[in-house]
């Protein structure tokens, strides 16, 4: 047994952070089903704009789409990939069927140009819903300020949310409250919990890609070699450890018995931006039962090589990641302004690329419409 199937035995679901419409088609998604113990798939604007605008893959269904008629650059961006949302959702139900809900889910994001708009943000979550018609679909919401209300919303109105974009501790409770009180919600409108999924993506090697530039600075070298590569999964021990506090105790417990499930952290961003840093440190040390790690494609690659399993790693050593964090602290490096300035990055990054994105498809539609034309002379 590989070590991405072996994650099962400590409680830890692998998914897939990569999508692309002939891995779905050449049967590449349900193979990593069934040797890996894939369990759920995300996307992201990047990743759509990698698969569509850098290629030449989806031509076909774009002129297949434009000849039913003319359509805009948004209209054509959300057929193709509500498609591979749809064909990649269909693909992992079994997955969700056999795990009552836990797993088998794919993500979509809402628009990242709505991030900061909470009332925008809702519609637009419940007009993907319902045009993927798949009750194994997670909507992606971002943990910016307009975003967090919107989970409970959203939550409440019975969607399954993935939280993106979450950096800090502080605000993971507050998404973790906005998960809860949604459920509240959804109990004294008379509704049924047990149905609803959410999990709460928290990157991890952003964190440790800024504070690294930060600790470049320092002028103690010894204490910035001591630092590095440290602060994300300190972060990310600190996270997990909340969960325990947050869904415990009888405010959780009511919910529980009425069939809720635990919104799990999902650890996102796990490829090793530094080179000198192991392929799988992202993976290895943020093993731990009732979570989720995406992995992109390389990462997944090189974990069932190479990869080392230690069950119960994100418990290990509390104390010491929260003298890492402090240490920073004293080194005058905050973690809560980069953590703050990362989500900006974030959504910018998703926005532009969603610009990328809509520029390849506006040449790809004008050559296509320009060439129905010059045919028709």
């Known amino acids: 047994m590989n070590a991405l199937k072996r994650l099962e035995s400590c409680?830890?679901?692998?998914?897939?952070?990569?999508?692309?419409?002939?891995?779905?088609?050449?049967?590449?998604l349900h193979t990593l089903i069934e040797r890996d113990g894939l369990k759920g798939v995300t996307s992201n604007p990047d990743i759509f704009e990698k698969a569509i605008g850098e290629s030449d893959e989806y031509a076909g269904a774009i002129k297949q789409f434009l000849a039913e008629g003319d359509q805009g650059v948004p209209e054509i961006?959300?057929?193709?990939?509500?498609?591979?949302?749809?064909?990649?959702?269909?693909?992992?139900?079994?997955?969700?069927?056999?795990?009552?809900?836990?797993?088998?889910?794919?993500?979509?994001?809402?628009s990242p140009y709505l991030a900061n708009d909470t009332e925008a943000t809702v519609t637009e979550a419940l007009r993907l819903w319902k045009a993927v018609a798949r009750s194994n679909l997670m909507v992606k919401v971002p943990a910016t300020p307009a975003g967090i209300p919107a989970i409970r919303r959203l939550i409440a109105l019975g969607l399954n949310i993935n939280i993106t974009l979450l950096f800090s501790v502080d605000v993971y409770e507050q998404v973790a409250e906005a998960h809860i009180a949604g459920l509240e919600d959804v109990l004294r409108s008379g509704g049924d919990v047990s149905g609803i999924g959410s999990v709460a993506s928290f990157f991890v090697s952003r964190i440790d890609t800024a504070i690294d530039k930060r600790l470049d600075g320092l002028a103690d070298k010894a204490a910035a070699d001591r630092l590095r590569g440290k602060a994300a999964i300190a972060n990310a021990k600190i996270a997990y450890d909340r969960t325990k506090v947050l869904f415990s105790g009888p405010r959780w417990q009511g919910l529980a018995a009425a069939g809720a499930k635990t919104q799990r952290l999902l650890w996102a961003s796990t490829s090793a931006k530094n080179p000198?840093?192991?392929?799988?440190?992202?993976?290895?040390?943020?093993?731990?039962?009732?979570?989720?790690?995406?992995?992109?494609?390389?990462t997944m690659d090189a974990f069932r090589d190479h990869g080392e399993i230690k069950p119960d790693a994100i418990e290990q050593d509390l104390a010491g990641a929260r003298t890492i964090l402090s240490n920073l602290e004293s080194q005058g490096v905050s973690l809560d302004e980069i953590t703050r300035q990362l989500v900006e990055d974030g959504v910018r990054q998703f926005a532009d690329a969603f610009d990328k994105l809509f520029a390849a498809l506006a040449r790809q539609r004008l050559a296509l419409l320009e060439g129905d034309r010059l045919s028709l002379r």
């Open 11 to 28: 409680g830890q679901s692998p998914w897939l952070d990569y999508l692309k419409r002939s891995f779905i088609e050449k049967g590449d």
């Open 77 to 110: 961006y959300e057929h193709l990939a509500i498609a591979d949302i749809r064909a990649a959702a269909d693909v992992l139900r079994p997955v969700h069927e056999r795990t009552a809900g836990r797993d088998g889910y794919v993500s979509l994001e809402c």
């Open 276 to 298: 000198s840093y192991k392929d799988t440190v992202y993976v290895e040390s943020l093993i731990g039962a009732d979570t989720v790690n995406t992995m992109p494609p390389a």
